[in-house]
């Protein structure tokens, strides 16, 4: 079974600062790994995504996420807060194979607060 | 390029009723997710469509649940003799093969509350 972890429901930054929300996961078999932003009333936009070969991946709205197996962790991470950036963000995990199917387990989701 | 769309966004209705959520996925994405956002938690999935196979259902929480897609198109979620524990937000997505996974586009939700 695959679960994922979210510490912290909220985190709060001031604009410019470093932005850090932490996602550690467990699962039994390589996973896919991912981070959704949601902006008020709307649904879920893909960030980044965790597949194979290089653990540092970049997004969008320059974001990045780095996979560290041995810590089972996928921090998401931005040098540098915006307003804009105000939003829930969900990490996710699904299985690493082929059945085509990414049933996506996701975190309880972590609240980022921006003030000026 | 239209999004994935959800009809509608907000429903509220008495315990005991029937109620119909709609989706409308990307054109030509052959998979389909529901799943469902209680206030404060993350996302549980539902029910997947992936063209014609049987649709897995092992998330649905009880038989008061029900879900059909016609082909590759639209989607409906349907909630029978609905109880307070419903209210949640029902997220639908749909998804097309990219690189080895399957991206999820996700619609905006609607807003379930069970009175």
């Known amino acids: 079974a695959q679960s994922v972890t979210q510490l912290g429901s909220h985190v709060s930054v001031s604009e410019g600062a470093l932005v850090l929300l932490r996602c550690n996961y467990s699962?039994?078999?390589?996973?896919?790994l991912f981070w959704y932003v949601q902006y008020p009333n709307q649904g879920l936009q893909l960030l980044l995504k965790?597949?194979?070969?290089?653990?540092l991946v970049k997004g969008i709205n320059g974001f990045e996420a780095e996979f560290k197996k041995s810590e089972t962790s996928f921090h998401l991470t931005k040098p540098s807060a915006h307003m804009s950036d105000a939003a829930e963000y969900f990490c996710?995990?699904?299985?690493?194979?082929?059945?085509?199917?990414?049933?996506?387990?996701f975190g309880t989701g972590t609240r980022l607060l921006v003030s000026p | 390029g239209a999004g994935v769309s959800q009809s509608p966004s907000n429903k509220v209705t008495e315990k005991g009723k029937d109620v119909e959520l709609r989706c409308d996925p990307i054109?030509?994405?052959?998979?389909l997710y529901w799943y469902r956002q209680r206030l404060g938690q993350g996302l549980e999935f539902l029910i997947y469509?992936?063209?014609?196979?049987?649709?897995?259902k092992s998330g649905l929480p009880s038989d008061r649940f029900s879900a059909e897609r016609t082909g590759e198109s639209v989607s409906t979620l349907t909630i029978q003799r609905t109880q307070q524990e419903d209210s949640a937000v029902y997220l639908c997505?749909?998804?097309?093969?990219?690189?080895?996974?399957?991206?999820?586009?996700f619609g905006p939700g609607t807003r379930l509350t069970v009175t």
């Open positions: 054109s030509g994405h052959t998979a």
């Open positions: 965790y597949t194979t070969g290089a653990t």
């Open positions: 996710a995990v699904s299985p690493l194979g082929n059945t085509g199917f990414q049933k996506l387990v």
């Open positions: 699962s039994s078999v390589p996973p896919y």
């Open positions: 997505a749909s998804s097309f093969r990219v690189a080895g996974t399957y991206e999820q586009y």
């Open positions: 469509f992936q063209g014609n196979s049987a649709p897995d």
